[in-house]
Structure formats: C-alpha cells, structure tokens
C-alpha cells in the first residue's frame, strides 16, 4: 500500500488546475471545438469533454490540443486511483498485480501527457514541426500503454477485467482523440502558429 501513495501524489501534483478564464466563450469559439472535434474518432465524447473550456480554447489550435491533453490527463488520473482502489478490493493476486502494472501503464501515460503539454507550451516556429512530432510521438506512446495496461487481464477475473476494460475504455478514447487533434494541430502548423 505504501508504494501506491506515491503513484497517486504523482498523479495529483501532474494535474494543474487553470484558473477560470475571464473571457466568455461565444457561439463561434463552440462552433470552432464541433468543427475541430469531428476530425475525431469519437466525436461526441470530443465535444462533451472540451466544449465546457472554450473560454480557454479560444478557437486556437495550440490551445485546443493542450486542453484535450489536459482534460484527458485527468480522466487518466482518475483511472488510476480508481485501479488502486480495486487493487484493495479485488480477490486474487493475479488481478492485484494486473491492477498494479496497470497502474504504472497509467503512471507513464500521464508522463508521456505532461511531457506533451511543456511541449506545446514551449513552441517555437524554427522547431515547430520537431516539437509537435514529440508530441504526437509521446500521446501514441501514451495511448500504447493505456492499450498494455487491459492486455494485462486475459485471462482473469472477468469482472475486473471488464471493470478495467470500461474505465480504460474511454481514457483511450479521450487520448485517441487528443492525438487526433494534435496531428491536425500538426498538420496544419505552417499558417496556425
């Protein structure tokens, strides 16, 4: 037990919160997260996740991907406390550890994430194309181990295993859909910067 406290204070000290916006997100700055979201894989999970941070996004790429990456890096923070939870509930040890590797997947994933968002925030255009190819290579990288951390529960107990499936299930989503708009963000960098 006294190992996974320190997993969930790295999780905690990653997650910044931003102070409230002062500015007031309008019809447009919504319309900019629909139309950005729909060059995702999952969509509506794209827009209920972003549209409450338009205020922040301000229909700037740079921002709308370090806020997908943020946003997602909480919903990975959450998985992970929620993994060690079931750690000290669940029955056999086969499962504990699965729930353990699995939580170090996450540990990593969130690593790969922070790294990301210094990325972005550090943005130069004579290294722009470089900086954002980390980027995208680190959230791949993230959504591997998201991906490694349910391979971990073939095999066994079903109910922990599906329990692990849904909560990871829509962290990969969310990751998926973070890459997605980085690789846009990416795509579109000559005259977005």
Same mark, same amino acid.
């Given at each position: 037990?006294?190992?996974?406290?320190?997993?969930?204070?790295?999780?905690?000290?990653?997650?910044?919160?931003?102070?409230?916006?002062?500015?007031?997100?309008?019809?447009?700055?919504?319309?900019?997260?629909?139309?950005?979201?729909?060059?995702?894989?999952?969509?509506?999970?794209?827009?209920?996740?972003?549209?409450?941070?338009? @205020?922040?996004?301000?229909?700037?790429?740079?921002?709308?991907?370090?806020?997908?990456?943020?946003?997602?890096?909480?919903?990975?923070? @959450?998985?992970?406390?929620?993994?060690?939870?079931?750690?000290? *509930?669940?029955?056999?040890?086969?499962?504990?550890?699965?729930?353990?590797?699995?939580?170090?997947?996450? &540990? @990593?994933?969130?690593? %790969?994430?922070?790294?990301?968002?210094?990325?972005?925030? &550090?943005?130069?255009?004579?290294?722009?194309?470089?900086?954002?190819? $980390?980027? %995208?290579?680190?959230?791949?990288?993230?959504?591997? $181990?998201? /991906?490694?951390?349910?391979?971990?529960?073939?095999?066994?107990?079903?109910?922990?295993?599906?329990?692990?499936?849904?909560?990871? /299930?829509?962290?990969?989503?969310? *990751?998926?859909?973070?890459?997605?708009?980085?690789?846009?963000?990416?795509?579109?960098?000559?005259?977005?910067?």
């Amino acid at each position: 037990m006294a190992n996974s406290w320190w997993i969930i204070a790295l999780f905690i000290s990653a997650t910044t919160s931003v102070a409230a916006a002062s500015y007031a997100a309008t019809a447009e700055d919504y319309l900019y997260v629909k139309n950005a979201c729909a060059s995702t894989l999952y969509p509506s999970l794209c827009f209920s996740s972003l549209s409450s941070h338009a @205020d922040r996004i301000r229909r700037n790429p740079r921002n709308l991907v370090g806020v997908a990456i943020s946003v997602t890096l909480s919903s990975v923070t @959450d998985a992970a406390i929620y993994m060690l939870s079931m750690r000290q *509930t669940s029955g056999g040890n086969a499962e504990k550890l699965a729930l353990s590797d699995c939580t170090k997947m996450l &540990a @990593d994933a969130a690593s %790969q994430m922070r790294a990301s968002m210094k990325e972005l925030k &550090a943005l130069k255009r004579q290294t722009l194309r470089w900086q954002l190819s $980390n980027v %995208q290579t680190w959230m791949s990288a993230a959504l591997t $181990n998201e /991906g490694t951390c349910t391979d971990g529960f073939d095999g066994l107990d079903e109910a922990v295993g599906g329990a692990v499936s849904g909560k990871i /299930g829509c962290v990969t989503e969310m *990751t998926s859909n973070a890459l997605a708009l980085a690789n846009y963000f990416a795509s579109q960098a000559k005259t977005q910067l």
